[in-house]
C-alpha cells in the first residue's frame, strides 16, 4: 500500500519532460525525499532532546518512591430486604443500574471515608497525611509555590494544627480518602472494584479491606436501624389496636345495658372489632418476623475478593516513565526541528534557485582553503607567450589573492566544472558570433562576485579566448586591490580621456588574462555619472571588437543603481548568491520588480558551499548527495 492511499499529502517529484518547463513556482509539493532530508539536518537536535527526555525518564524512575497497588472487590445485592418485601408484596424489584451507581455513591461518601479514618487511625498516620513525594513533583510544587507568591495568590486553607479537635483531623483524612479511594464498577455486573495506591503496602492493603468491611458494616447497621424503626412502629400499632379494641368492648357493654338494647350498632361494634382482631394478630404475626429477621447479620452485599499486601511497588514503572519521557523529548525536538526549518531562508540547492527565481542553476562554488592552493601553481604565460614556469607562476598567485586563481590551480576542482558549465551557458545563449559582455553581479556585497568574475575570466582565458576583466565595481574596486593593480592608468582614465585602453590594460601572466584596474584614487566623481558618459558606451563597443569574452565585475544589484546604467551595453548577468546567507525573498523580490534586470540575468551560482553539509539539504537520490563523495 502506498502513502498515498493513505491519505498523505506526500507527492513524489515530478520529473515528466512536459513538466519541467512550467512556472516553478506553481504548485510546489513536498515529497517524502524533503522530509527525509529535513530529517537529516535536525537530526542532532531530535537525537538531543530524545536522549535528554530518556535521560529524565530515568532520573524520574529513580527519584520517585515506590507505590503499591491494593484492590478488593464486592459483590453489590441492590435487592431490598425480605422484611420490606412481606411488608409491601406487591411492589416487584427491578435490578437496575440506578440502584448500583446509588450503592457506588455509598461508597464514594464521606461518611463511609470518616468511618475508615476513624477505624485505621489514619487521622494520627503521618506517612498517608504526608507521603513522600518525587523529585519532580517536589520541584513543581517549589515552582507553584514561587509563581503564588509572585503573583499574590490566595493561601490554601492550612492543614489542622496539633491543637485542632480530633473530628477536624478525621474529616481532613477523610478527605484524602476520598480523593485517593478509587471506586469503578467491573464491566456491566453488579461488582465494584475499591482500589488504593499508597506509598506503605500494609496500610494499602488495610484502607481497601477496611473499605469493603464498614461498605457492609453500614449497609448491616442501615437493615437493623429500619428493622428497629419498623419494629417500634408495628409496637406502637398494635398497642393502638388493643386500645381501640378495648373502647369497642366498653361501648358494647354499654348498649347491651340499654332497654332495648341497639341491635343494630351492636352488629356494627361486633364487625369492627373483629377486624380490629384480625389486623391485630397480622400485625403480630408480622412483629414477630421482622423481629426474628432483623436479628440477622445479613447484609445486601459479600465481599468477593480481599486485598492482599502487596510485595513488590507497582509503580513507578521503568518502561512507563523511560516511555512517557522519550516521546516528550522527541515532540520538544521535533517541535525545534521544525522552527529551525521555518528559519531557513537562504538558498541551500539548485533547485531552491529555480523554483523561488526561475532562473537556471549553474552551479556551486564550494569553499576552499586557499592556503594550501596556493602551493599548486600552474604554468604560465608572458606577456610575449612564452613559458615562464612554475616558479613564477607561484609568486604571482603567492603574491595577489590565490582565490582569484582557483579554477586554474585545481582545474579538476567542482569550482572549475561549475564555470565550465558558466561558459557553456554562456554560449548557448549567445545569439551572435560576436564577442560576448558578461556581467557578474550579486545582490549584496560580500558574496563573492569578484572571485566568481576572475576565476570566470581566467578559465576562459587560459581556454584560449581573448578576454578581458574589468573592474565596474567603482565603489569598492576590491578587484584592483588585490590583482595589486594600483598604479597606473585605469577605467576612470580613459573614460577622462586622459589615458588609452593600451595603457591601462594589464596582463595576468598566469593564464594570459588581460585586465582593466579601476584605482579608487582616481575616481572623484560620483561612478553614476562617469557609467553614464557616452565614452562609456563607445568603450565597451571597441572591447567587443577586440575582445572574445569581457567579463564586467559589476557592484551589487541590491544596493547600487550602477549595473542598471549599464544594462543596455551588457549581454548577459551572472548571480552570485551566497549560500546559506543570501535570503531568497530578497532575490525573489528584486528580479520581479526589476523585469529588465531579470531577462538579462542567465543564471545564479552559489557560492561558498559547504560540502560536508550539502547533502543535509538535498533529496535522497538528487545530484548532491554524490557531490562530495565526487569532489571531496
Known amino acids: 500500500m502506498m502513502l498515498n492511499d493513505l491519505g498523505m499529502k506526500i507527492h513524489d517529484a515530478d520529473f515528466r519532460p512536459d513538466t519541467l518547463n512550467r512556472s516553478p513556482a506553481q504548485d510546489r509539493t513536498t515529497t517524502l525525499g524533503d522530509l527525509l532530508a529535513a530529517a537529516r539536518r ?58 448500583l451507581l446509588n450503592e457506588i455513591q455509598v461508597l464514594r461518601s464521606l461518611r463511609l471515608a470518616e468511618e475508615v479514618a476513624r477505624r485505621l487511625s489514619l487521622h494520627e498516620t503521618p506517612i498517608f497525611l504526608n507521603p513522600p513525594e518525587s523529585l519532580a513533583r517536589s520541584m513543581l510544587s517549589a515552582v507553584l509555590d514561587a509563581v503564588k507568591n509572585v503573583i499574590g495568590a490566595d493561601p490554601e486553607t492550612p492543614p489542622p494544627l496539633p491543637g485542632s479537635s ?70 406502637a400499632r398494635i398497642g393502638e389496636l388493643q386500645r381501640e379494641s378495648e373502647a369497642i368492648q366498653v361501648r358494647a357493654e354499654a348498649l347491651r345495658a340499654q332497654t332495648p338494647p341497639d341491635t343494630k350498632a351492636l352488629k356494627a361494634l361486633a364487625q369492627r372489632a373483629a377486624n380490629l382482631e384480625t389486623l391485630q394478630q397480622t400485625l403480630s404475626s408480622r412483629y414477630e418476623m421482622v423481629t426474628i429477621e432483623g436479628s440477622y447479620p445479613v447484609t445486601n452485599g459479600r465481599i468477593l475478593s480481599e486485598a492482599a499486601v502487596p510485595k513488590k511497588p507497582d509503580l513507578p514503572k521503568l518502561w512507563q516513565s523511560v516511555a512517557i519521557a522519550t516521546i516528550l523529548g522527541f515532540m520538544i525536538g521535533f ?56 616558479t613564477d607562476a607561484r609568486s604571482v598567485v603567492q603574491s595577489t589573492a590565490p582565490s582569484l586563481f582557483m579554477s586554474l590551480l585545481d582545474s579538476q576542482s567542482l569550482l572549475a566544472d561549475t564555470l565550465r558549465n558558466v561558459q557553456s551557458t554562456v554560449m548557448l545563449a549567445a545569439t551572435d558570433s560576436g564577442a560576448q559582455v558578461i556581467g557578474v553581479s550579486s545582490m549584496v556585497a560580500g558574496e563573492g ?60 601572466s598566469v593564464s594570459g588574462l588581460d585586465f582593466l584596474p579601476c584605482i579608487p584614487e582616481h575616481n572623484t566623481r560620483r561612478s553614476s555619472d562617469a557609467l553614464m558618459r557616452q565614452t562609456m558606451t563607445a568603450l565597451i563597443e571597441s572591447l567587443r571588437h577586440r575582445y572574445d569574452f569581457v567579463v564586467l565585475d559589476l557592484p551589487p544589484l541590491g544596493t547600487i543603481a550602477d549595473t542598471k546604467i549599464m544594462l543596455s551595453r551588457i549581454d548577459h548577468i551572472i548571480l552570485q548568491c551566497a549560500w546559506g546567507k543570501t535570503p531568497r525573498t530578497l532575490v525573489r523580490d528584486y528580479l520581479r520588480m526589476e523585469p529588465e534586470v531579470a531577462r538579462k540575468v542567465l543564471g545564479i551560482v552559489l557560492n561558498k558551499v559547504e560540502m560536508r553539509r550539502l547533502r543535509k539539504f538535498a533529496r535522497p537520490g538528487s545530484w548532491e548527495t554524490y557531490l562530495e563523495e565526487k569532489y571531496g
Open 42 to 99: 535536525q537530526r542532532w537536535p531530535l537525537m538531543l532532546c530524545t536522549a535528554l527526555g530518556l535521560g529524565l525518564g530515568l532520573v524520574k524512575h529513580m527519584t520517585t518512591p515506590p507505590l503499591y497497588y491494593s484492590a478488593a472487590t464486592v459483590l453489590v445485592d441492590v435487592r431490598m430486604d425480605e422484611s420490606g418485601g412481606e411488608i409491601t408484596p406487591t411492589t416487584p424489584f427491578l435490578r437496575n443500574d440506578t440502584s
Open 166 to 235: 480530633e473530628a477536624s483531623a478525621i474529616k481532613r483524612a477523610a478527605l484524602i480518602l476520598q480523593r485517593d479511594v478509587g471506586i469503578d464498577r467491573i464491566g456491566q455486573s453488579f461488582t465494584i472494584d475499591i482500589s488504593y495506591i499508597g506509598p506503605e503496602p500494609a496500610l494499602a492493603a488495610a484502607i481497601v479491606n477496611t473499605y469493603a468491611e464498614s461498605y457492609l458494616a453500614a449497609h448491616l447497621n442501615a437493615k437493623m436501624e429500619v428493622t428497629a424503626r419498623m419494629a417500634e412502629w408495628m409496637q
Open 335 to 390: 517541535v525545534i526541528a521544525i522552527l529551525r526549518e521555518t528559519r531557513e531562508r537562504a538558498f541551500r540547492v539548485g533547485e531552491d534557485v529555480w523554483v523561488d527565481t526561475g532562473k537556471p542553476f549553474l552551479g556551486y562554488m564550494p569553499l576552499f582553503d586557499t592556503t594550501a592552493l596556493s602551493r599548486q601553481a600552474p604554468r604560465g604565460k608572458s606577456e610575449n607567450g612564452k613559458n615562464n614556469g612554475d
Open 449 to 508: 562576485k569578484t572571485t566568481l568574475a576572475a576565476n570566470y575570466a581566467n578559465l576562459v582565458a587560459q581556454s584560449g579566448a581573448r578576454t578581458l576583466l574589468v573592474d565596474l565595481d567603482l565603489h569598492r574596486s576590491a578587484l584592483t586591490r588585490m590583482l595589486q593593480c594600483n598604479q597606473g592608468a585605469d577605467l576612470i582614465r580613459i573614460l577622462d580621456g586622459t589615458a588609452t585602453l593600451d595603457e591601462a590594460l594589464q596582463t595576468v
